[in-house]
């Protein structure tokens, strides 16, 4: 810093964005039975009525439409939830609706309804280069409104064992357990990514080892419009099955040359039926 200059800071950026990254709270009611009741001869001896056992578990999530209530977050955050809550970054905690999700890409839209919601702006996240400086948003272990920054290590990450969706924005910002869907933003406080995963080698309780992963902007920004519109993510595809080329299915086919693959079947009603 020059001197007589103010230090440069984040936080003016931070009271636009912090706002609109809400921690969600979810329910899921289970119903158990003592494995000891197994046996049918104990079950009619002795009935036993199951029990529910509630977990609970908390994510983060974003506001992308103040208007309509919309929140942005993860999958695995809601998946199987009986309810789900939000609590606001003002403390305020409101039921949410479950609008649609995606498995593949790890995405999830709820809606809640509550006056006075601050949104935040979706940036082009193809735009973003490896060396730009992001921040990451959430709620890490229930600490609300946790702020984390670094640079964005890689684009188009893949190669991720256990992940569906191969795209991920990676970071050096701290991503840790209950950070899921919270916002990944670039210094304009305009959402770049959300994140949704950490890597560990020895698992994802492990700790932060500086691998976090965030899924771009402008998927989101996709997937969402289909879950409003459709309530699911719709996907095209061929209608073909196929099998890897053998030697000894050369001399058969009459090629001499094991590139390409064999269609074994073409699907009723499919593109690949229509085009014949």
Request: charged content about 15%; overall charge neutral; aromatic content about 4%.
């Amino acid at each position: 810093a020059v001197a007589g200059q103010p230090v440069p800071s984040l936080a003016p950026m931070l009271q636009q964005a912090m706002p609109a990254v809400v921690s969600v709270n979810t329910k899921q009611v289970v119903r158990v039975r003592n494995p000891f009741f197994n046996d049918p001869i104990l079950r009619r001896l002795f009935p036993q009525v199951p029990q529910d056992r509630i977990n609970e578990s908390l994510g983060s999530g974003v506001i992308i439409d103040a208007q309509k209530g919309y929140v942005l977050t993860n999958h695995h955050v809601i998946e199987n939830a009986d309810d789900v809550q939000v609590t606001l970054g003002d403390g305020r905690t409101v039921k949410a609706d479950f609008i649609g999700s995606d498995a593949d890409t790890d995405i999830a839209l709820i809606r809640i309804k509550a006056d006075n919601l601050t949104d935040i702006k979706l940036a082009d996240s193809n735009a973003l280069r490896v060396g730009d400086f992001v921040v990451a948003i959430g709620n890490p272990f229930g600490f609300t409104q946790t702020v984390t920054s670094g640079i964005v290590s890689a684009v188009g990450r893949s190669g991720i064992r256990g992940l569906g969706y191969q795209n991920f924005i990676q970071t050096d910002a701290s991503i840790n357990p209950g950070n899921s869907g919270g916002a990944l933003v670039n210094l304009q406080g305009q959402l770049v990514g959300i994140n949704t995963a950490s890597f560990n080698p020895q698992g994802s309780m492990a700790g932060n080892i500086g691998l976090g992963l965030a899924i771009p902007s402008n998927l989101a920004r996709n997937v969402v419009e289909q879950l409003v519109t459709k309530g699911v993510v719709v996907r095209g595809t061929l209608g073909l099955e196929t099998q890897n080329l053998t030697q000894q299915m050369l001399q058969g086919l009459g090629v001499d040359s094991l590139r390409g693959a064999l269609v074994t079947r073409v699907l009723p009603g499919s593109a690949a039926a229509a085009a014949g």
